[in-house]
């Protein structure tokens, strides 16, 4: 947790929202990166319903990482959204 000098300025490197967002972004990231081996392997079996749920899934996460991303950006900017 980071602690505040009373100034509104953190005494750490990085606060507890911009590390939140920062690894929800990171495990969106690693999601989409396991979608491409998960659509891999319903091909390989001839699963075109798993392929197209795993790209549904895909891009939804990509999505969320878009929207992350502009929260980050924003909490970065301005210490919250």
């Known amino acids: ?15 507890n929202l911009e590390y939140d967002f920062v690894t929800v972004l990171h495990n969106k990231a690693e999601a989409v990166k396991a979608y491409d081996t998960y659509i891999k392997d319903a091909q390989e079996v001839g699963s075109q319903p798993c392929v197209e749920l795993f790209q549904k899934l895909r ?4 999505e969320q990482a878009k929207e992350i991303r502009h929260h980050l950006q924003e909490v970065l900017q301005h210490g919250k959204m």
């Open 1 to 15: 947790m980071a602690s505040n000098t009373g100034n509104g300025q953190s005494q750490e490197p990085i606060s």
């Open 59 to 62: 891009q939804s996460d990509i």
